[in-house]
């Protein structure tokens, strides 16, 4: 299995804030994977320097083998890597079937294939029976499907999405899921920032945790939440080690329990 | 397909109005409404299609009447000639201004100031500098006969105009279907998320700039034809740009019939106006500004958009969709 | 050519012009700053004060100077009632609209005044109209002297207003976070209105002390229009330094390109830079942000 993309020794500051320091990762073809961590960490910061929207200032990113390191958005969306918008970008004044179709027009250059693979799109995300209603009438979870639509359009490698899943409620959440599956399982390389650890427990085969702006762990979805740098990147200094005293409190308590429970009834 | 049927009908009923009436008044009032048309179809092509405002296109509008008149005047072409010339020198200047304005990203107000800090530029220019007759204008020499573009009656203007107004609608039509319209109407709606899927922004709104430059310049080619004189205040003055944007807005951006309905709106209220108040100075302009507010205020999809919008949203008023969750 | 008796004058006399196109500047920026709107209205709310003062003079006989007490509260007016009736209503949030709106408003005013004073350039005349003062090599005129004074005056006052009264703690409040200055209990809109309304009152001031040694016509506005911004962006927008440096910069540099170039050309300078700045740097010098 190759690498799709790598990005190595990447970092970006504003001014006197280190957004991103010294990441690097290497995403592996045909796999979906995650890149989590508490809010503020970076994670779309480096959805941007990866996809060109900001060009990182030391570091490269390397995608199928070409460096394209700053590269503008559009030149790496026609390589291959698209991007989704945390906060939903629908072309609002446009229907879902012409949103899609601007991704469409990536490769195909006809209006009417352009409208018509919109439509099989579509289909693949749920959207069929809205086509003709405006983008802006949409609820957020059709613009998340229209986004995420819009984006396979472009019948893309890799698809960055980020938080595909924020502002949905459970059931949503539960619709979105297998959507999402159905895309990584058509063969699109997928990494994807979400929140929300039960799609990342359930979807991903590796996972990223990104905290002020630097890589603190790596591996499968299981490994990383046991992880003690990843849980006190989440809840705090310190919580690891009381998480385990309570845990270990806990376990005596209920030998303890277990213990006169025995001698009672001897 | 339908819109290009819709052209066909339109150019046979317009162009057959000639050959059925020999009233000088109709016949004037078509020829100078196509005039308005033209100005504000190419106008919607970058403000409407483009979302790019520009308050200063009558910078495009007296390059195409200069290069007209100079071409003729100095260079010894014919006009027929200069026409297209007018048109490319008018795209030139717009490849400029885009090409400089896009580069460094500006959108917007800024973009707007830009266009009318342009024009300003020319005027000035154009009252300093010896061969664009100074602040005297040119005046094109009388000489009737349609090889030189000088048509006796209205007829030949009109046929003029309305094969320029065909030109500027088919591109329209062609925006509307085209793979390059619709990634200039992405870039329109979200400039992010069109790069994201694959349009390059520059490029994309530097093409439209061309062509409406070049369709502008048409117009200010036409207008030397017809008035036979130019200078800067008419070339690159706040009426022509004003006279562009208003008709564009108020007949509704970004469609196909827009610009139509609206330039040919206002020249109807202009005559009615005229007609109650007398040749009054300013007159014209003050409607065209109430005009415009009052769109913006109650009618923002303009005429054209009188079919998509419920008279509840109306009365309501439409709100922005940065207001929605 | 190029000696010092030319050049002071020079120097002078656009120090004391872009005083005055500073505190144009400056209603400006309040309006940008706060307000996030370009007001392509200014120029020709500038002219109406224009237009005012010189009919105070003409008909009432009122001295511009005097005319202060007039004009300022008259503009404030006028700016309350334009932001609160006309843009607001009219915009819908969008700042397309907004843009669209003070467009249509400038171009009605422009041509009201077009309607009712014809296109004649219009100045008055003054007992001091005339009257010089020596500085070193150069004579400047009175009235020159005076707007110079007047419009750091009135810059003071405005800026006294936005950073120490409760009036100004809002309009601050406004500018930085909307919606929270609402939770607060600020009246959003009232404060917009208050914004606009100062800043169209310092182009009532400003026309008091242009009038003496200028004159004005319906198209004055558009040229000022251009100069504010050009000032505005320069300086960067939101900045009140920037505006006032800005200002005196501008002043000097049309000064002296006037006198390198001609009258016409020299104006073409301050465009030329405008478009630079737009382009080049377009957070201005002082820049908040653009």
Not at chain 2, 101 to 114: D, E, N, P, Q, T
Not at chain 2, 200 to 213: M, R, Y
Not at chain 3, 90 to 118: C, M, P, Q, R, Y
Request: glycine letters at 12%; aromatic letters at 8%; one cysteine or more.
């Amino acid at each position: 299995m190759s690498t799709l993309l790598q990005i190595e020794g990447v970092g970006k500051s504003f001014g006197g804030l280190k957004a991103v320091q010294n990441v690097s990762l290497s995403v592996t073809e045909g796999r979906l994977s995650a890149l989590i961590g508490p809010n503020g960490a970076g994670k779309t910061t480096l959805f941007a320097l990866m996809s060109g929207f900001l060009t990182p200032d030391t570091g490269r990113v390397v995608f199928a083998g070409q460096d394209i390191t700053g590269q503008p958005p559009h030149l790496n969306a026609r390589m291959g890597l698209t991007r989704t918008f945390q906060i939903v970008q629908p072309f609002a004044a446009q229907t879902v079937r012409e949103n899609i179709a601007v991704g469409a027009h990536l490769h195909l250059p006809s209006r009417a294939q352009a409208l018509a693979f919109a439509e099989s799109v579509a289909s693949q995300v749920g959207l069929t029976p809205q086509l003709d209603k405006l983008a802006s009438d949409l609820t957020v979870a059709g613009r998340k499907r229209l986004e995420l639509a819009r984006a396979l359009a472009t019948r893309p490698r890799l698809l960055l999405l980020d938080e595909v899943l924020a502002g949905l409620n459970p059931q949503e959440i539960a619709e979105m899921i297998p959507v999402v599956q159905g895309i990584a399982q058509s063969g699109v390389t997928v990494l994807m920032i979400e929140h929300v650890m039960q799609a990342v427990m359930s979807l991903a085969q590796e996972v990223w945790v990104l905290a002020q702006g630097q890589l603190i762990a790596q591996g499968t979805p299981a490994e990383v939440t046991n992880n003690k740098a990843v849980v006190e990147a989440y809840l705090g200094h310190g919580t690891a080690e009381r998480l385990q005293k309570n845990v270990a409190q806990a376990q005596m308590d209920q030998a303890d329990t277990a213990r006169a429970v025995q001698e009672a009834q001897a | 397909m339908k819109d290009f049927r819709n052209i066909a009908l339109f150019v046979l009923v317009v162009g057959a109005v000639p050959l059925f009436t020999d009233s000088g008044v109709m016949l004037n009032f078509v020829m100078t409404s196509l005039y308005a048309c033209l100005l504000s179809q190419a106008w919607n092509v970058l403000g409407g299609f483009g979302g790019q405002f520009s308050f200063g296109h009558a910078l495009f509008f007296g390059t195409g009447a200069y290069v007209q008149a100079i071409a003729q005047m100095q260079w010894g072409l014919s006009p027929w000639v200069a026409l297209p010339l007018a048109m490319a020198f008018a795209a030139g200047v717009g490849a400029f201004v885009g090409a400089a304005s896009f580069r460094y990203g500006l959108k917007g107000s800024y973009f707007a100031l830009v266009t009318l800090a342009f024009a300003e530029v020319f005027r000035i220019l154009a009252t300093s500098v010896p061969f664009t007759g100074a602040g005297v204008g040119l005046m094109l020499p009388l000489k009737e006969s349609a090889t030189n573009m000088q048509f006796g009656s209205r007829a030949g203007f009109i046929w003029l105009m309305l094969g320029l107004v065909t030109l500027a609608l088919c591109i329209t039509a062609w925006l509307r279907h085209s793979r390059f319209g619709a990634y200039l109407q992405a870039v329109r709606d979200n400039e992010d998320a069109a790069r994201a899927i694959g349009v390059n922004p520059f490029s994309v709104k530097l093409i439209a700039t061309i062509l409406s430059g070049g369709l502008m310049g048409a117009g200010g080619a036409f207008y030397v034809q017809v008035f036979q004189y130019i200078d800067p205040g008419i070339a690159f003055g706040a009426h022509t740009s004003v006279e562009a944007l208003v008709g564009a807005i108020v007949g509704g951006m970004g469609t196909l019939w827009g610009p139509i309905l609206g330039a040919v709106s206002l020249h109807i209220l202009a005559d009615v106006t005229r007609n109650l108040f007398g040749q009054l100075p300013g007159i014209n302009m003050v409607i065209y500004g109430v005009v415009l507010i009052v769109i913006v205020m109650f009618l923002p999809r303009g005429i054209a958009g009188l079919g998509t919008i419920t008279p509840l949203q109306w009365l309501r008023g439409s709100k922005s969709d940065g207001d929605k969750p | 050519m190029l000696d010092f008796n030319i050049l002071f004058p020079s120097v002078l006399n656009g120090i004391t012009t872009g005083a005055v196109y500073a505190l144009i500047a400056l209603g400006l920026t309040l309006i940008y700053g706060v307000l996030h709107i370009i007001n392509f209205a200014h120029g020709a709310s500038l002219m109406v004060a224009l237009y005012g003062v010189y009919m105070l003079k003409q008909h009432f006989g009122v001295d511009p100077y005097l005319a202060l007490p007039i004009m300022v509260p008259a503009m404030f007016v006028l700016g309350y009632a334009l932001q609160r009736g006309v843009i607001n209503r009219a915009s819908h949030g969008k700042d397309e609209n907004i843009l669209l709106v003070t467009l249509g408003i400038s171009i009605v005013l422009e041509n009201l005044a077009l309607l009712f004073f014809k296109s004649d350039t219009r100045t008055i005349e003054t007992a001091y109209t005339l009257t010089t003062v020596e500085i070193g090599p150069a004579f400047i005129a009175l009235p020159k002297l005076v707007s110079f004074a007047g419009a750091l005056v009135v810059s003071a006052v405005l800026l006294l207003i936005v950073q120490k009264t409760d009036l100004g703690r809002a309009i601050r409040a406004v500018s930085k976070e909307k919606q929270g200055a609402r939770l607060m209990g600020i009246d959003v809109d009232h404060v917009y209105a208050m914004c606009f309304g100062l800043g169209l009152a310092s182009l009532g001031a400003a026309a008091c002390f242009l009038m003496p040694a200028y004159y004005v016509n319906p198209q004055v506005g558009n040229g000022f229009v251009l100069v504010a911004f050009t000032i505005v962006v320069l300086g960067g927008m939101g900045s009140f330094a920037g505006a006032l440096l800005g200002g005196l910069l501008i002043g000097v540099v049309e000064s002296l390109g006037g006198l390198l170039l001609g009258e016409s050309l020299g104006q073409v300078g301050i465009f030329v830079i405008f478009i630079a700045v737009l382009l080049l740097r377009p957070q201005g010098f002082f820049g908040a942000k653009a």
